[in-house]
């Protein structure tokens, strides 16, 4: 099973930019950035092919970017202009057969999730 591991989140201020990573043990067809924000459900943020096709939830179109580098099975989400209400858990996602890759899609694998705070 592929395991997933998240890191670059932290405490920033309004304003400012992140980078997150997600590491994969393995192949992916799909990865995704979620985020469940305190009192809200979790949200899809954007999504990755392995090749490359990138799908965005309209909120985050233009402030964020999912990126890949294939030879280290990493995904990444550049945050840039964050706003505190930007702040929650961040996690990523994947799934390893074909399928719909986007934000509203079913994900099967999920990481532990890093955390974004984000003060004004």
């Known amino acids: 099973q592929v395991r997933l591991a998240e890191s670059g989140g932290g405490s920033v201020q309004a304003g400012g930019s992140l980078r997150l990573s997600c590491a994969a043990s393995?192949?992916?067809?799909?990865m995704g950035w979620f985020r469940r924000a305190p009192g809200n459900e979790r949200e899809g943020v954007a999504t990755?092919?392995?090749?490359?096709?990138?799908n965005y939830a309209d909120s985050w179109k233009g402030r964020f970017t999912i990126s890949k580098d294939n030879a280290k099975k990493t995904v990444y989400l550049q945050m840039n202009s964050l706003k505190p209400e930007d702040t929650a858990m961040y996690y990523c996602?994947?799934?390893?057969?074909?399928?719909?890759?986007?934000?509203?899609?079913?994900?099967?694998?999920w990481g532990q999730g890093t955390q974004v705070t984000v003060t004004s």
């Open positions: 996602a994947a799934v390893t057969s074909s399928g719909l890759c986007t934000p509203g899609a079913s994900f099967t694998l």
């Open positions: 393995g192949n992916y067809y799909c």
């Open positions: 990755i092919t392995s090749n490359g096709n990138t």
